[in-house]
Structures are given as structure tokens and as C-alpha cells.
């Protein structure tokens, strides 16, 4: 049980705040400079923390109390707050100067995809839309792509990093060569693969997403699914492929149409 | 070991073309986010779980984010040593996985919960010491003794989890009372907790046991 708990529950907030705060400070701090290492962000992140922790008498921390169980991890739970933090201060009043200062480094298109795409969480063919129809852009869908892949690139490379990759997906690749790719043949094939992946299980719909979706690595997909380790992910994810591929196949789709 | 194939793997990660990861009301909260990182989920509430994370982009990438903080070294260091409880065993055996059923239906519910020792301590697990295995009578309970321990708790388990009979004693031998009769051949399970401070208790592995010759 957490040493904080105990006092929490009896009304002596600022002594559990004290053992809290101690025992977690450097782990809060570490996960902070994991997303920025500008000291300012840090700091600022970090006050952020405490005070949303702090907020109407504790009541995050009194919520995980109330469930504080002995199978769970504060640490793991922790994490997840200072993630969600993290990101809100950004994208909110705190931390939009910095997210601003990141843009305007940028050319200008590459400042609407980031408008669009980091700030305004939208997908890249809604924002691909968006600069036909707002911005009057005349990019194909292939250029597009190697814009917002360049964008990603730069954005990435600030000491700012980690935090804004956070804001989005997994970065695009960029197409090698010009490709006839458009946006309505992305829907398209997204209809047809959700409608094939809604037939799997969830559980390996799951594991195809966070692993070959999200890029988690496979010895975490295992952690989370409960499986065995990383081998039993591959298994699990290449015969839910397989099993995709059937029925795309029943449907006379061919992978490499894909 | 089979590698999924790089033109599947291709074809949906350009999916994320049409993702958006924007919050909704339904969203996990961080609890139900680190339970699905730490996998400690089950029954219903799993299900419920894996059916979101199967459906939203959103909470995909904070479980990643999550998982990716957990696991970074530099925050992992960070991390006062944590001891927990697993709810999910490995599928060793038959053996094992009869063993952690017994460990899920044995666990108290009613008494509030159990509190693990604190990070730092010389606090040592009993170790059960007999009955083991196949065994000809199972008479006492015999454990190693813990020197801080205050008293000690004995439950025994059928094979299908549910508790027996549980004894407590500030010994470190139990005798089976005449009235708990054991069948022969019929697989049992023990294990001991040894309390060290209030509502403080450390628990020895769960040790399987069976009468293969009943003693005359």
C-alpha cells in the first residue's frame, strides 16, 4: 500500500502530499524530460502536475485511493497522469507558446499541416481536405504526404521533440516515388479493411492495432494482452493477418491491392 | 515464431492517414489505462475495456505513450520498487493455472485490502516445507518460521479454488483437525501468510499436494 494513502484518508492531506512528493518527485520529473528538455517546460510541466494532483482536495489521487488495490502499480497509473498532463498543457493556454514558437520555424504550408494536424488532432486526409477547400492548395495527395512527412520531420527535431510526436500518429512515411495514391482510395480501402478487421476478435484486433498500427514494441503488446512474450505477439498478429487476408480474398480483394 | 508478412503491415499502417485521436467522453480513465498497460484486467470489465481500445485511436496512443514511460529506462529507475500481486499467471501447466484459479477465488474480499510490505524490508516469505507432492499423510502443516511474523494464516484449497480449511496459529505447524478428512489421489493446494505488522501480511508460494498411499 502507498505510504500516502493512509494519511489521505484521515484527513491529513498535506503530510500525505509530503510522502507522496517525496517518494515520486524524481520519477515525475524523469517522465517530464522524457517529452521536452527545454528546463523552462520542465519546470512548468511540472508545476502543472503537482497542481492538477493538488486540485479540489486531492481528488485525483483520492480517486486512485479509493481502488488502490495490491495487484495495480501507482507507478504505471502515475505515468498515465503525467502523460495526459503533459499533452493538455501543450495543446491548452500553458503550453501553446511553446507549440506556437515550434510552429513558426516552420514554411508557411508546413504551418497549416501543423495547425491542422498537431494542434487541431485532425487526420491527414481531413487536413489534406482542409487545404483544398480553406487553402485553395493544389498539392496531389502524393505531394501532400511528403509535406507532412517533412513537417513531422521538423517538427520532431526541436527539443520539443518527443512532446509534439505525441500530439499525433505514428509519423507518415513518405511516399519513395510519386504514386497516384488519393484520399478517396484511402477511404475506400479503410471501408474495406474495417469492415474485414470488425469480424476479428477484439482481442486480436487489438494486437494487430498496437503493434502494427501504433509500432508498440512487441514485448509491450504482451505485457498489456497478457500474453507470453514477444513471439506469442508475432503469432497472434500473423494469423489475424492470415485471417484477414482470407477474407479480403473472399471478397475478391487481393492483397496487393491493399 | 512467424513474422507478419511487410505488405500487411503496410497496408494498415496507412491507416493512420484516416485516424483522428481526439478525446470523447467514453475515453478509459488513467486507471483503466494503466490496468490495460499492466495487464492486470479481467472478466467483464476486460471485455469492456478491449472493446474501446478496439474502436478508439485515442486512448490506442495513450496506452502506447504509457507502456513507452513505464518502460523507458531513465523513468523506470525512478520508480520506487513497486511489489504487487499478478493476476495474470503464466500458462505453465495444468498445475499452475489450477494454482492461480485457486489464488483469484481465495482472495479475501470482504476484509479490505491487503497491505504489501513497504519497498525496503528484510521481511521474508514463509516457505511451506510440508506437505509436498505426492505424500502418504498430510496430517501437519509444517512452514519455515518468519522472525518478524506476529502469527500466521493457513488456508487449503480444493482443486477447484475454493478454501477448505483455514486455521490460524502463532506457530509454525498446523495439525489437520479430525473433522477435515482429505480424499486420497484428490490434488489440494496450501499456502501460509505470515503476519508482520497490523493488516500487514507476506504469503508463501501456493504449494499443491496429494495422498498417494494413505498411511495405514
Redesign the interface.
Known amino acids: ?1 502507498e ?1 500516502w494513502i493512509a494519511p489521505l484518508a484521515a484527513g491529513r492531506s498535506e503530510a500525505a502530499w509530503d510522502l507522496f512528493i517525496d ?2 518527485r ?2 515525475v ?3 517530464i ?2 517529452y521536452t528538455t527545454d528546463p523552462d517546460d520542465v519546470m512548468d510541466v511540472f508545476a502543472r502536475v503537482c497542481e492538477a494532483l493538488r486540485e479540489n482536495d486531492f481528488a485525483r489521487l483520492r ?2 485511493a479509493a ?11 502515475l ?6 498532463l503533459t499533452i493538455d498543457w501543450i495543446r491548452q493556454r500553458d503550453g501553446r507558446p511553446r507549440l506556437s514558437a515550434v510552429a513558426s520555424a516552420l514554411p508557411p504550408l508546413q504551418q497549416r499541416l501543423f495547425e491542422y494536424v498537431f494542434v487541431q ?6 487536413a489534406y481536405e482542409l487545404l483544398k477547400s480553406r487553402d485553395a492548395s493544389a498539392l496531389t495527395f502524393s505531394e501532400f504526404l511528403k509535406e507532412l512527412s517533412a513537417t513531422y520531420r521538423a517538427a520532431g527535431s526541436s527539443k520539443r521533440g518527443r512532446l509534439i510526436q ?1 500530439l ?3 509519423p ?2 513518405p511516399p519513395a516515388e510519386p504514386t497516384d495514391a488519393d ?1 478517396a482510395m ?2 475506400e ?2 471501408a474495406v ?1 474495417s469492415d474485414v478487421m470488425q469480424a476479428l476478435p ?2 486480436d ?2 494486437a ?3 503493434y ?6 512487441a514485448d ?1 503488446v504482451a ?4 500474453l ?1 512474450g514477444a ?1 506469442a505477439v ?2 497472434r ?2 494469423r489475424a ?1 492470415a485471417s ?2 482470407e477474407r479480403l480474398e473472399r471478397a475478391g480483394i487481393a ?2 491491392d ?1 | ?5 511487410p ?3 503496410a ?12 478525446p470523447t467522453p467514453e475515453c478509459l480513465d ?2 483503466a ?8 484486467l479481467s472478466g467483464e470489465r476486460r ?1 469492456t475495456v ?2 474501446h ?2 474502436a478508439c ?1 485515442h486512448c ?13 529506462e ?2 523506470a ?4 520498487h ?1 511489489q ?5 499467471w ?2 505453465a501447466g495444468i498445475a499452475v493455472a489450477a494454482a492461480a484459479a485457486i489464488v483469484f477465488m481465495a482472495m479475501p474480499r470482504s476484509e479490505g ?4 510490505e ?1 519497498a525496503v524490508t528484510n521481511a521474508i516469505a514463509p516457505v511451506t516445507l510440508t506437505p509436498k507432492g505426492a505424500v502418504s499423510d498430510a496430517g501437519q502443516f509444517v512452514w519455515s518460521r518468519v522472525p518478524t511474523a506476529e502469527r500466521y494464516r493457513l488456508r487449503l484449497h480444493r482443486a477447484d479454488g475454493s478454501v477448505f480449511w483455514s486455521a490460524e496459529t502463532t506457530d509454525s505447524s498446523l495439525v489437520l483437525p479430525d473433522t477435515i478428512r482429505l480424499v486420497p489421489r484428490e490434488t489440494y493446494y496450501w499456502r501460509v501468510e505470515a503476519q508482520t505488522e497490523w493488516r500487514r501480511w507476506v504469503v508463501s508460494d501456493m504449494t499443491q499436494f496429494r495422498i498417494e498411499r494413505p498411511a495405514p
Not at chain 1, 488532432?121 to 481531413?126: F, G, Y
Open positions: 500500500m505510504s517518494r515520486y524524481r520519477l520529473f524523469a517522465a524530460r522524457r480517486k486512485y481502488q488502490a488495490d495490491p495487484t495495480r502499480k501507482f507507478s504505471t497509473w505515468c498515465a497522469v503525467i502523460h495526459n488532432q485532425r487526420s491527414h486526409v481531413e505525441e499525433t500518429a505514428t507518415p512515411e484520399p484511402l477511404v480501402r479503410h479493411l477484439d482481442e484486433r487489438v494487430v492495432q498496437l502494427v498500427m501504433e509500432g508498440m514494441p509491450q505485457r498489456a494482452l497478457g507470453s513471439k508475432y503469432n498478429v500473423y493477418l484477414l487476408r492483397a496487393g491493399l | 515464431m512467424t513474422h507478419p508478412a505488405e500487411d503491415l497496408a494498415l499502417r496507412q491507416q493512420i492517414h484516416l485516424e483522428r485521436r481526439q488513467e486507471l489505462v494503466a490496468d490495460f498497460v499492466d495487464g492486470t471485455a478491449m472493446s481500445v478496439a485511436a490506442r496512443s495513450v496506452i502506447r505513450a504509457t507502456a513507452a514511460l513505464v518502460a523507458d531513465s523513468v529507475r525512478e520508480a520506487p513497486e504487487r500481486r499478478s493476476r495474470m503464466p500458462m485490502p491487503t497491505l504489501r513497504p
